[in-house]
């Protein structure tokens, strides 16, 4: 099982990115996806989800409003795009994989590497 985050980097306040999360290795529309991020000296915290077939999404406050995950199952990929960020978005991003459509981080079993996310005020 491999997933790889990518799209991170340095972005001015107000300005967007898009992640992707591609992977590999499993059968990808089995399993929920869901993007995290850990900030320097915090805790891990789920950010968007989305379930297997990319009909039901779940935002936490930190997101809603301004980003969007969307899947395509034909790619094995997922995405989340990111508007109006924010320097309190400044994180490395993860994307994680679960047979559970669940928001603890130890509800996933499958991690990517992460991409960093770095907003300028």
């Given at each position: ?34 993007w995290f991020r850990q ?6 915290e789920g950010v968007s ?73």
């Amino acid at each position: 099982v491999q997933l790889q985050a990518s799209g991170g980097g340095l972005v001015q306040a107000g300005g967007s990115l898009r992640l992707s999360c591609a992977a590999s290795g499993f059968t990808f529309d089995d399993y929920h996806i869901g993007w995290f991020r850990q900030a320097p000296g915090k805790e891990r915290e789920g950010v968007s989800y989305i379930d297997d077939s990319g009909t039901v999404t779940y935002d936490t406050n930190s997101a809603k409003g301004r980003f969007t995950i969307s899947r395509d199952n034909a790619k094995n990929t997922v995405y989340l795009q990111m508007n109006s960020l924010k320097p309190e978005d400044t994180a490395i991003y993860y994307c994680a994989a679960s047979p559970s459509l669940l928001t603890a981080p130890g509800a996933y079993n499958s991690w990517g590497q992460g991409t960093l996310v770095t907003v300028s005020s």
